[in-house]
């Protein structure tokens, strides 16, 4: 099997992935593309989470550019009495402001929105956790006061300068502020029972400059290949080079670093609720990757755009990943947490059986049990034949688990239960 697709069948798989697609591309075209899980091809709108911060970015360094605004002018000189007035542009570019990570108020990546002069009203600078220039420290809340900048300076609403001065130019029709028709649904996957919960597709406001926007792996190729020098006529040469020197260790004026085997690759990762993804670039050779994907957590997105920029090989890939519809009857009440004495292990139903691992691995593998008629029998692991037996209470929930006198409990060493038995496995 082609060993990139290979990465992509062990992320969607080990991550519990819905689906999952990407490409490896250079300044020129697009080298390979590939898909996995229960998507309808490799053209599907997801959303991009973080990535939109390049934009913004580039947006900003333009308008330096034109004139319009120095990277080192405190935002208070565009956006008057706002908290954090004394934050320069470069700083809030960089994470390296001492605001604070997140606004203010309800989680803002899952509610709606509201305007600028709300967002400023919540955010006084009271939430700051360093000095200016102290430390890098992520801040979605500094891309928000960023795109209001940008609206004060240009005339026009972040939103429509995304659309007239980079989407158009380059031809990226599938990217847009909300989801087109037949948009990716975005799922958060259970940790325990594998069942899926869809997620809120919100419009985030005064903060979609760090994290509205959506598109798809052809138009991450296009941006891709733009933040590799594809385009001068948009950004100037020297500019781009500038935006990917390091201000703080792995970070540059709106563009994470990350070394690779090839030199230092430029990009961003992303997440937003329901959704992941990441798009880096060596800016010297032009090659890069793109990956989308519709789920919260379960991968690194940026380890796996690398794995299809290198092409690492994958001896061992495990099966698909089917999400769980309903839990059968024989096993409700036991995904979770349990403890054998004082050792905690989580209990997953996965692609119809369940596997028992220690949280704390220490080089221990796990067990797994499938059903045979309404028994839980091991199929793997040092448990392998043992039955797992459910012992309820009267009224129906699970007290403890037994197999083969090793005991499991809710809580450690639960008075309630039977002494754990079992021995350290070798």
């Given at each position: 099997?082609?060993?990139?697709?290979?990465?992509?069948?062990?992320?969607?798989?080990?991550?519990?992935?819905?689906?999952?697609?990407?490409?490896?591309?250079?300044?020129?075209?697009v080298v390979w593309v590939g898909s996995s899980g229960a998507c309808p091809g490799v053209a599907g709108q997801y959303r991009m989470g973080s990535i939109t911060k390049t934009f913004t970015a580039v947006l900003v360094m333009q308008a330096r550019d034109a004139g319009l605004l120095s990277l080192d002018d405190p935002i208070d000189r565009h956006l008057g009495d706002v908290g954090y007035a004394e934050a320069t542009i470069r700083q809030l570019l960089s994470h390296t402001s001492g605001a604070q990570s997140e606004p203010a108020g309800p989680w803002w990546e899952r509610s709606r929105g509201d305007d600028f002069d709300a967002l400023v009203r919540a955010n006084d600078g009271g939430g700051r956790v360093a000095g200016a220039g102290e430390f890098h420290h992520y801040s979605n809340l500094g891309y928000g006061l960023l795109g209001e900048v940008l609206a004060r300076v240009t005339g026009r609403p972040w939103r429509?300068?995304?659309?007239?001065?980079?989407?158009?130019?380059?031809?990226?029709?599938?990217?847009?502020?909300?989801?087109?028709?037949?948009?990716?649904?975005?799922?958060?996957?259970?940790?325990?029972?594998?069942?899926?919960?869809?997620?809120?597709?919100?419009?985030?406001?005064?903060?979609?400059?760090?994290?509205?926007?959506?598109?798809?792996?052809?138009?991450?190729?296009?941006?891709?290949?733009?933040?590799a020098g594809a385009r001068p006529d948009l950004l100037d040469p020297s500019t781009l080079h500038e935006m990917s020197l390091p201000v703080a260790d792995d970070y540059g004026l709106g563009l994470k670093l990350s070394a690779n085997a090839g030199g230092v690759l430029v990009g961003h990762g992303g997440s937003m609720p329901g959704f992941m993804a990441a798009l880096f670039v060596d800016p010297g050779s032009g090659i890069g990757a793109a990956v989308l994907t519709n789920a919260t957590t379960g991968i690194d997105t940026q380890q796996l755009a690398m794995d299809l920029i290198d092409g690492d090989f994958i001896d061992d890939v495990p099966d698909r990943w089917a999400p769980t519809v309903a839990l059968p009857a024989e096993v409700e009440g036991v995904p979770g947490l349990w403890f054998w004495g004082n050792s905690a292990l989580e209990a997953r139903w996965h692609n119809g059986g369940l596997d028992i691992s220690p949280l704390a691995r220490f080089g221990t593998s796990g067990d797994r049990f499938e059903l045979d008629g309404d028994r839980l029998v091991g199929v793997s692991g040092y448990h392998r034949g043992e039955t797992l037996r459910l012992h309820r209470r009267p009224d129906g929930s699970i007290g403890h688990l037994e197999v083969a006198t090793w005991i499991l409990t809710r809580t450690p060493y639960d008075p309630e239960a039977p002494i754990p038995g079992g021995h350290p496995r070798r």
């Open positions: 099997m082609e060993r990139r697709q290979v990465c992509l069948d062990v992320a969607q798989a080990t991550g519990r992935l819905t689906s999952v697609v990407g490409a490896v591309f250079h300044r020129y075209g429509q300068l995304v659309h007239d001065v980079l989407l158009t130019p380059l031809g990226m029709s599938q990217t847009s502020h909300l989801p087109r028709p037949h948009a990716q649904p975005g799922w958060s996957v259970d940790h325990f029972t594998g069942i899926r919960t869809l997620e809120p597709l919100t419009s985030t406001g005064a903060m979609a400059p760090a994290g509205q926007l959506w598109s798809t792996v052809p138009d991450l190729v296009t941006w891709g290949q733009f933040l």
